[in-house]
């Protein structure tokens, strides 16, 4: 990768440029080599290999929109996603670990850090030696993560002292830096909510339980608990109560990157299934010689071809994003219309594949049926398809009035 690789999208509207193509053919070869092998043990045993961060690192594929100066690569949104599109083929479970350590935990801390902060937590995560999560989601709030959020944080002296829960947050056995939000200024609402860097070894902090998925096995997931967990002043981000500004530019963000996780996983059954009508023979031939095959493989095809223009679209368009922008207008509107179409399309596209497989489709043990059971999460994470919906709606309905 090359620091020249930056904006030139702008260049290509409609395709990949030979270098962004590079990308992501690397990224393919390389998650086709050290991460599949990876994918069937993680399904079965919820397993986490511990070596594979280190290699991600390694490999240069941390903190790929993190400038080199603090451990990372310097390039652009577009390029992130394009990695994280070559790992959902080959390991979906290890590319939404990647996704929620890259995006949601180093690249927010890049954005919304000091120089203090970055300098001493980026390099570690950029290499892969630490591991990176976000903690928003909590008991009991589910979509309203801001309005319902009761973790709260008092100032003590030089230290903030937090107390609550959060759950279903994405890396939280294995992480050893979290970005965690909680509440300064009960009066404000959602407004006095602030972000701070939570070291798993702090006083205080704990991961409740480990929680077993339907999908996405392997890729680590628990409740947090903090109790009088104390952290240093300094590890505020952004400010105190200026949390929702880091949470809303930062969800534009992470639901771009949604996009190529859905479309790698989409591919992958694609060719899963153009390769089984090829090979599986009923009636003395293929099943890829029948006509409904052909429909199901066709539709898949074209589903697949629409994500990846929506897709690519998207992540171009919130690349140039600026700290603090997001979360409203144009972007917010495109960037949850992305997600909401990306994750309704792979649902689909592993609907059809495993009525493609048949029976094999439904044994577990199968990888399509790996993918299939994926699909779910997609249509809930980072605000489920009818937040998506009331977002869109709302930024049509504030466009027409502003026009009016």
């Known amino acids: 990768m090359t620091a020249s690789l930056k904006n030139d999208f702008a260049a290509s509207a409609f395709d990949l440029t030979p270098d962004q193509q590079e990308i992501l053919d690397q990224a393919d070869k390389f998650a086709h080599g050290e991460l599949y092998p990876l994918s069937e043990r993680m399904d079965n045993e919820e397993w986490w290999p511990e070596h594979a961060f280190p290699k991600i690192g390694d490999a240069g594929y941390f903190g790929v929109t993190v400038p080199e100066e603090y451990g990372g690569v310097g390039l652009d949104l577009v390029s992130a996603g394009l990695v994280l599109q070559g ?38 995560l950029c290499s892969g030696r630490k591991i990176g999560a976000l903690g928003l989601t909590e008991p009991g709030a589910g979509s309203d993560a801001l309005g319902s959020m009761r973790t709260t944080a008092r100032r003590d002296g030089d230290h903030y002292v937090l107390n609550g829960s959060k759950i279903y947050i994405t890396n939280g056995p294995v992480a050893d830096v979290l970005l965690v939000y909680a509440k300064t200024d009960k009066e404000k609402g959602a407004h006095g909510i602030s972000a701070f860097i939570v070291e798993k070894d702090f006083p205080g902090f704990k991961v409740a339980q480990k929680l077993i998925k339907m999908g996405y096995r392997g890729s680590q997931t628990a409740e947090l608990v903090f109790e009088d967990c104390r952290v240093p002043a300094e590890n505020l981000v952004g400010g105190e109560n200026r949390g929702v500004s880091v949470v809303m530019s930062g969800l534009d963000l992470e639901r771009a990157m949604i996009s190529p996780l859905c479309l790698g996983i989409a591919e992958r059954a694609l060719e899963l299934s153009i390769d089984y009508a090829q090979t599986r023979q009923q009636f003395g031939k293929p099943i890829g010689s029948f006509q409904m095959v052909q429909s199901m493989l066709a539709e898949m095809y074209v589903l697949v071809e629409t994500m990846r223009s929506f897709t690519y679209k998207t992540l171009a368009a919130a690349a140039p994003l600026e700290i603090g922008e997001g979360g409203r207008g144009d972007i917010h509107m495109l960037t949850a219309a992305s997600v909401m179409y990306a994750a309704n399309s792979v649902n689909a596209v592993l609907d059809k594949a495993v009525q493609i497989h048949g029976g094999s489709g439904y044994i577990w043990e199968s990888e399509i049926n790996r993918l299939f059971r994926s699909t779910k999460l997609l249509e809930i994470g980072a605000g489920t398809t009818e937040v998506r919906k009331m977002i869109i709606a709302g930024e049509l309905l504030k466009g027409m009035k502003r026009n009016g």
């Open 87 to 124: 790992f959902s083929r080959w390991n979906h479970a290890m590319a939404l670990a990647v996704v929620a350590h890259d995006n949601l935990c180093a690249n927010n801390i890049y954005r919304n850090g000091n120089e203090e902060q970055r300098r001493k937590y980026l390099p570690g």
